[in-house]
DNA sequence: GTAATATAGCTTTTT
DNA sequence: GCTATATTAC
């Protein structure tokens, strides 16, 4: 088989296995991905297994779709009866296969963070407990960690040494019940309803397992407890698991991930295959030595050594910067010495990693003052923008009508004479006759108490469009929505820029259904709403437009680029000041750490700024400890001296005298 | 009762 | 720098 031809021994040994438990430590760069794709194409070619059979699950979206383009150069057309995705998408799968089961009719609309904040301060307020006594985010966190090892309230409550627990057990309980009258569930729940559905169901969890034939699952070391149950579940009849991972790489503790469960995979099947990937085909000798002598200060790892035979390469560079202007000129102007010095490189081959989203700012100014062209990758998202978020509570509201909070977000948006006491109103009626807020709207309208034409008008045409949404197309539903509801005028008739752009990404929202209606023509405007909640920020990212990427290190998972830059490699930011305290916090940070370095193709830079301005106040900054943790015969270290950008504006001049 | 305006507060990483 | 909250104006 010519998909087989090109893999090292241990590659092939990985790619062939059929029967059984295996894992696979890979290293980075140690073609991982053409192992699980040679692996899956090997399973459907070589040993008759249909594709509907083969479970998948991947870190982000976008590689499950690399996985499926990839295997469809490999078995054709087939490859789409793969099921693929992240364990969010597999969850929502389930639940929507399982609910249509069940004939249940309910909607199921996915509560991100914000929205998932919104709804814990609303049950908070609703309980009396005060903000000082328990700030919602410390109650979103715990609740959040409870998902993460699959806790109902009541085991929350008696597991929990938290000082909130009382609180957090009080809000969490009532806080269920507000998503199941929603018909909602937050990105906890998409894994852990499943695994209910499977405790409860051993019918369900038998049509499972016996589908699954085959499970993969990437990125295993950042899987959090319920994630691994998950797993085990549904690989419970044919025990057809393969779980590849790296200890190295794991960078997502803070959200509930174990590496425990990489760790003990062999106890969990004794009996499994252990491959150990270690020679690495993305980095020049220097980069990845670099790289090695970062991570072996960790305490906790996994024997394992990274090589490669690739040629030696140029030595990771480090500059100390004096301030984020300078360090963003330092990027330039490498930039634009390796566009002359290297005719094949081209932009997009540059990529710059940085701890934290704010750390883009000053580079985006300096890439934009000399138009270089370049494209960042999540931080502030298009669908974080208030506009966004309310136009698609409009929609959420449309296709689920129970689902209260985002009916109340918009139904005094534009504002329409819907004010607190009226909704002071409305929630009592609610709460008396047990209706949805919607309903209770709804009643309202017909009652001529309310002397409230708005609140009439508003339930009239929301009516209206609920009942034209069922014959039309999501994008003409869209627009019809923002319409009549007079949400886009509510932009539109604002003469100030800020709201042009405002309308203006409407406009834009309205572009992208009507891209993904010709994309997926079946799918409905559920199915879009379910997607934008999952979409990550790593899916954004565009490889064949050519200019320079920005994201952060984390975005940067399971990517390569001939350059990378390295910025802001300073004590506090990076390892940051807020996983400084314990060993293991640090830890992760140098696997973060370790993770960029690795990134590296051909050259590295890493750099960091003697100054760094926060807020008000200027500080001074020292070099992280990573950088002093690279076996010096590996690194180069520049003294900074006066920048020279090929093209010096005035007020670059400007700035370089009086700073 | 509702809408516009000032003020504080905040920014780790994300499905 | 930008948004949710509190206050004041209509």
């Known amino acids: 088989m010519p998909f087989l031809k090109s893999l090292n021994k241990l590659q092939l040994k990985a790619a062939i296995h059929t029967q059984g438990p295996l894992l696979v430590l ?11 794709t040679s692996r899956i194409a090997n399973l459907v070619v070589n040993e008759g297994v249909p594709p509907s059979e083969i479970l998948a699950v991947t870190f982000t979206n976008k590689a499950a779709a690399a996985i499926k383009e990839r295997l469809d150069r490999l078995i054709g057309s087939r490859a789409e009866e793969l099921w693929t995705g992240t364990f969010h998408t597999i969850g929502l799968n389930i639940l929507r296969e399982e609910n249509a089961l069940a004939g249940h009719k309910k909607g199921l609309t996915i509560y991100d963070e914000e929205e998932q904040a919104l709804l814990i301060r609303l049950v908070m307020s609703e309980l009396g407990i005060s903000e000082k006594k328990a700030p919602y985010k410390a109650v979103q966190f715990e609740i959040n960690m409870a998902r993460n090892e699959n806790q109902t309230p009541s085991e929350y409550a008696r597991k929990s040494n938290s000082i909130l627990s009382g609180e957090v057990h009080a809000v969490f309980r009532a ?6 009258e929603a018909g909602a569930v937050d990105f906890g729940s998409l894994i852990c309803a499943p695994i209910q559905l499977f405790s ?43 779980v590849v991972g790296d200890p190295d790489q794991s960078i997502y503790g803070w959200r509930g991930a174990d590496v425990k469960n990489i760790l003990g995979f062999q106890e969990d099947y004794p009996d499994a295959t252990f491959i150990k990937l270690e020679e690495n085909y993305r980095s020049m000798k220097k980069i990845l030595s670099a790289a090695n002598s970062v991570i072996s200060n960790n305490e906790q790892r996994l024997d394992k050594t990274l090589w490669t035979r690739n040629p030696d390469g140029k030595a990771p560079l480090y500059e100390q910067c004096m301030n984020e202007e300078r360090e963003a000129a330092f990027i330039v102007s490498w930039i634009k010495k390796c566009l002359v010095e290297a005719p094949g490189l081209k932009l997009k081959d540059f990529v710059i990693l940085y701890r934290t989203n704010t750390q883009s700012r000053p580079i985006e100014e300096m890439f934009f003052e000399e138009s270089i062209a370049y494209a960042v990758v999540g931080g502030f998202k298009f669908y974080d923008r208030r506009e966004i978020k309310d136009a698609l509570a409009y929609l959420k509201a449309l296709v689920n009508p129970d689902d209260s909070l985002n009916f109340l977000r918009i139904v005094n948006v534009p504002p329409r004479g819907i004010g607190r006491a009226t909704l002071n109103k409305v929630h009592s009626l609610s709460k008396n006759k047990g209706l949805s807020l919607y309903e209770a709207f709804k009643e309202a309208a017909s009652n001529t108490n309310f002397g409230n034409s708005g609140l009439r008008d508003f339930i009239g045409t929301f009516e209206n469009l609920r009942r034209e949404a069922t014959e039309r197309r999501p994008a003409d539903i869209a627009e019809r929505v923002f319409d009549l509801t007079g949400y886009m005028d509510f932009w539109s008739s604002k003469k100030t820029e800020d ?19 010709t994309r997926y023509p079946k799918a409905g405007i559920a199915d879009y709403l379910s997607l934008v909640a999952l979409m990550s920020d790593a899916d954004d990212y565009k490889e064949n437009t050519d200019q320079v990427t920005l994201m952060t290190i984390h975005a940067a998972k399971g990517l390569e680029f001939p350059v990378v830059f390295m910025v802001g490699m300073e004590e506090g930011l990076f390892p940051h000041e807020r996983s400084i305290d314990d060993e293991e916090g640090v830890e992760e940070e140098r696997r973060l750490c370790y993770v960029g370095m690795t990134r590296a193709k051909r050259l590295l830079f890493m750099s960091s700024v003697k100054a760094r301005s926060t807020g008000k106040e200027v500080c001074r900054r020292v070099t992280s400890r990573f950088i002093g943790e690279i076996d010096p ?4 270290i520049r003294t900074p001296k006066p920048p020279a950008p090929a093209k010096q504006s005035i007020e670059a001049i400007r700035k370089l005298l009086f700073t």
């Open 26 to 36: 890979a290293g980075a760069g140690s073609g991982k991905t053409r192992v699980l």
């Open 633 to 636: 015969a590996f690194l180069s």
């Open 499 to 517: 709201a042009m752009t405002r309308a203006k990404n409407l406009d834009g929202l309205v572009e992208s259904i009507k891209k993904y209606e």
């Open 200 to 242: 409860n169901n051993p019918a369900a969890l038998e049509r499972y397992s016996g589908r699954f034939r085959h499970i993969l699952v990437d990125e295993y070391q950042d899987t959090n407890s319920s994630q691994y149950r998950l797993t085990r579940m549904l690989a419970s009849k044919h025990r057809n698991l393969c």
């Open 175 to 180: 806080y269920e019940k507000k998503l199941e």
